[in-house]
Structure formats: C-alpha cells, structure tokens
C-alpha cells in the first residue's frame, strides 16, 4: 500500500488579516486624481471602517494558505452518503460564467431573454424525460424548498377535488427535512416503519392510509441505499384512497435514465440539481429543486412559467389554479446552467453515470463486509450503510473510525443517520471516483479497523494531522472559534 494522500503536504498556520497589517502597505496603485476634492458636510460622516494596510501578496497568501486548510471535492474523495458530493467537471461552471447569462437580468422584457427562457423551457423537458414526468418547475431552491413545493401542490390539488385530508405517511428511511415540509402544509406526518429488509411494505402502508391521509412521502432509493422494491403495489393503494403519492428525489443519482417515476405510481418528484447533476451539495452555496408532476398536478404549478410561442419564447401567468410563486424571479439559475450544461454534456451517458455510482457503491460493501458491520445484506444502490457494532469491543464508535479516515486524506462519511440505525456510517462513492482512489478508500478503512483492535488511540485521538484536531463537539457547535 502506497503513502496515503492524507500524510503529505504543508498546512500553515495563518492570522488574521488585521493582525497583519502594516501601517503604510498598500495594495494597488491609484492614478493621482485630476478631479478637485470637495469637503462634505460633518453631519454626513462617520468612523471610518478599520480596513488593515496590506500588500498583494499580504492578501493573497492569507487566502491560498486559508484555502489548504479545507477540504471539498476538488481536493479529495468526499463519500457523504445522502448527501451527493461528486466531482463538478469545470465545464459546468465555465457555461454558466459566460457573459450573457451571468449577466443576464430579470427585469429583461422575453424579447431580450431568448437564451435563457430556452434554457429554462428545454432544461424543464429534459427533466421530465428523465423521470418520466409530464410537467416541471424550476423555482424551488433546494432539496426542501422542492418537498414543500411538492407538498402545496397535493393540498391545491385536494382542495379542488373538495376533500380535507389532514394526515401523511413518512417512512422512517426518508429525509428528515419530509416532516417539516409536511407540517408548513397543515398535514400531521405519520411515521410509517419500514420492515426487516429496510423498505416499506405495502401491508404497513395499507393499514395506516385511509381517507383522511393526503399520501406519502418516500424517499427512494431509500436512505438506506435500498430501492423501494414495492413502490408500484404502495403507489397503487394510495391512489385507491385517494391520496396522493411524493418522492424526495435527493438520490436521483443511483436511478437517473434507468427508473421512470411516472410508471410507477410517483405524482410528484424533486430533484436535487446541485447534487444529482453538478454543482457540490453544501457550503452554503445556492441550489435548485425543481418538481416534476403529472397531468393532474400540473395546473397547480408555481407562475410564472417559460412557454414556447410559434418560434419564440415567453412566461405565461394565467394559470387559475396555480400555487403562486415560490421563488423571487425563477429560481437559482445560475445552477440550471450547470444542470442544463451537465445534461447535454454526459447525453446517453446519464445512465452509465448511475450504473458506476451503484457498481462503486457495492463493490465497497462487498470490500468492506468483512470488517464493518452490514446490517442489512443486501444489493444497494448509490449508499452502503455499515455500523461499529464489530468495534464495540475495543469500545471504538463510529465517531472515532471517521476522525481518523481524515488522517488517511478523506473527508469523513455521514455519520449516524439514518436512525433506524445505530452507530450508522453511510458512504456514497459516487460515480466520479476511479477505482483507484475507491481501493485507497477501503484500504484505509481496513487500516483503521485493524488500528482500532491494536492501537485504540490512535481512533481516539484522531485527527492527528490536520490543522484543527479532535474537537468537543458539544462545545465546538454551541461556542464556535470563528478566529484562525
């Protein structure tokens, strides 16, 4: 096994800017003015702002050593499982710089947006291509902005039908954002337990739905990693009460170009564009959940809407029965961009993009099995979910094992969730790893685990190499240290 990646490298300690600043230092060089200056009134002015005097190179060495000390896909294999963080190929990020979109404004008249109401009205066609949808918005901001879209449209929906309907199902492997979503919506989330295989069974479905529950919520796959084998016969008993039947489309990533939501059973969908198709999920940075929705659904989608017109494009407002807005102008569009690019990029490749995601994932469940704890035995999809429960005897958690992967030059996997699991580590490879980088990962692990039978330390005191080490948690989240 070769030095890992984790172990090389400087990582320099950095102060603040204001503690370097040097009185007299400057930045730039100002052409001396050849207007006159004039002296404001008193009663306009203040302190002035307590900037730091500092050179160029003052600045950009504070922000190159800054940026060594994180870590993001660019840097190294990030396995969150849930929570999609693949590779984002620059491409993506270089359509959506180009000067006629970044610069584009929303006040424009449709005349003078062609390009982007094209763009918005292609991008929604070929999202409902790949889901199988009739019909798609793009406002949504996020994953849960795309739930509670979702979740407005069923109550529009049953509002015009005439029907009252006040509860929902939410299996325990969904999202833990579904319950808020479905709350802000007036319904009451009813927990829906999923069985000794990790899905739902249609048996539990049909002994909690009845004519006052407005339908389900399922996240699938799963966040387990496990598809929801009996969807088709669930969708099926929903609609035969009445109700009404959402999917979190959060890991579109495993079954994009190879499961047609609108065959079996699904009403409405988001997806996660900044996950599924580019641009990293995190960093506080925008997103976008677009919706898609079948026939019946569709008048109630949020206004405005790109629609084409003969050969030109414009929005139209003039749906009686739509929901409103759900979003200032039309959504984050600078990640439509990317999603647009994205697609017309990978083209027929969509799907072998989910096929390596689900060969990558189970190929680090087989190679793990024997040393982590599966608790359910199963093919996956884009996720495997292992636990410490073989680590319990050396009294090593979950939470000590990923500290150390850090050591070993990998971001730490999510942890703890879901929660039908205990001590749950959930690793999503992706589809963008090598299996190179893939095989460093597993050997990594097998290092740690062996580690934690004979040099327990090492996992409880871990990391040991990176620039902040082993944290209190508690304390790091209640008072955190915003200083370098």
Excluded at 18 to 34: A, M, Q
Excluded at 106 to 131: A, F, R, V
Aim: hydrophobic share 35%.
């Amino acid at each position: 096994m070769k030095q890992s990646s984790g172990t090389r490298g400087l990582i320099m300690n950095e102060p603040l800017l204001w503690e370097k600043g040097k009185k007299g230092r400057c930045g730039i060089s100002i052409p001396k003015s050849d207007v006159k200056s004039s002296s404001m009134d008193k009663e306009f002015l203040g302190d002035p702002p307590d900037f730091p005097d500092l050179s160029e190179v003052d600045v950009v060495r504070h922000y190159t050593r800054m940026s060594q000390w994180n870590f993001g896909v660019d840097t190294g294999m990030y396995p969150l499982g849930s929570c999609t963080m693949k590779y984002n190929p620059k491409i993506n990020e270089k359509q959506a710089a180009l000067p006629g979109f970044a610069g584009a404004h929303p006040m424009l008249p449709p005349e003078l947006s062609q390009g982007t109401l094209k763009l918005m009205y292609d991008l929604e066609k070929y999202l409902c291509e790949i889901t199988g949808m009739n019909a798609a918005t793009l406002q949504p901001a996020a994953g849960a902005h795309g739930e509670l879209t979702a979740m407005l449209l069923f109550h529009a929906c049953l509002k015009k039908r005439g029907q009252k309907r006040n509860k929902i199902l939410i299996p325990d492997t969904a999202h833990g954002t579904n319950p808020a979503s479905a709350s802000l919506c007036g319904f009451k989330s009813i927990p829906a337990a999923s069985n000794e295989q990790g899905v739902l069974s249609p048996e539990t479905v049909a002994t909690l739905m009845d004519e006052d529950t407005a339908g389900i919520m399922v996240t699938n796959p799963n966040t387990l990693g496990l598809f929801e084998e009996n969807i088709k016969k669930i969708a099926e008993i929903v609609h035969n009460k009445g109700g009404l039947v959402y999917c979190d489309g959060a890991n579109l990533n495993a079954v994009m170009g190879i499961v047609k939501m609108g065959s079996i059973g699904i009403d409405a969908i988001h997806l996660n564009l900044h996950k599924t198709f580019s641009t990293p999920h995190g960093g506080g940075g925008p997103g976008a959940g677009p919706v898609c929705v079948t026939k019946e659904l569709e008048p109630f989608l949020p206004v405005p809407r790109a629609v084409k017109k003969g050969d030109a494009y414009e929005l139209k407002y003039d749906y009686p029965d739509t929901i409103g807005r759900i979003h200032a102008f039309y959504g984050n569009f600078g990640i439509l961009i990317r999603a647009y690019s994205y697609i017309l990029s990978m083209g027929k490749n969509l799907k072998t993009a989910s096929q390596y995601a689900v060969l990558s994932a189970n190929y680090i469940k087989q190679q793990l099995k024997p040393v982590l704890h599966l608790p359910y035995d199963r093919p996956c999809m884009h996720e495997c979910v292992f636990t410490d429960k073989f680590q319990e005897p050396y009294k090593i958690t979950t939470l000590d094992m990923v500290k150390r992967l850090m050591d070993y030059g990998f971001h730490p996997p999510t942890i703890y969730f879901p929660l039908v699991v205990s001590g749950a580590i959930m690793i999503e490879p992706t589809d963008t790893e090598s299996k190179e980088n893939i095989d460093e990962f597993i050997q990594a692990f097998k290092n740690i685990v062996k580690e934690a039978c004979e040099t327990p330390e090492l996992l409880k005191n871990a990391p040991s190499i990176t620039k902040v080490r082993r944290l209190d948690e508690a304390a790091a989240a209640r008072k955190p240290c915003l200083c370098g």
